[in-house]
């Protein structure tokens, strides 16, 4: 006869978490991956900007913003800054 494995309560609970971390990892790599894209656009504009080129910079710096945010959203800071923190 066969054995079967019974994972039980905590089994399920472990695969869970494995999972959701594996999605927070993959969201983070997205998120990295999409600032770092933005910031070298950013970097390559011209010194001396056309008006398109200043569109182009608010529009990529809006979509900067939107991913700070999303990076705040799913992954908030673990304690609040201390007013020492914020001074150096």
Not at 6 to 21: H, I, M, P, V, Y
Not at 43 to 59: I, Q
Not at 62 to 80: Q, S
Request: charged share 40%; net charge negative.
């Amino acid at each position: 006869m066969k054995s079967q494995t019974f994972f039980g309560l905590d089994g399920l609970l472990t695969a869970d978490s494995q999972r959701e971390s594996k999605t927070r990892e993959a969201l983070s790599r997205h998120i990295d991956r999409k600032e770092r894209e933005i910031l070298d656009e950013i970097r390559r504009l011209p010194v001396d900007p056309t008006p398109d080129d200043l569109a182009r910079y608010r529009a990529l710096n809006e979509e900067l913003l939107f991913w700070g945010k999303m990076r705040a959203d799913h992954f908030p800071p673990e304690r609040e800054p201390k007013t020492e923190d914020l001074l150096y």
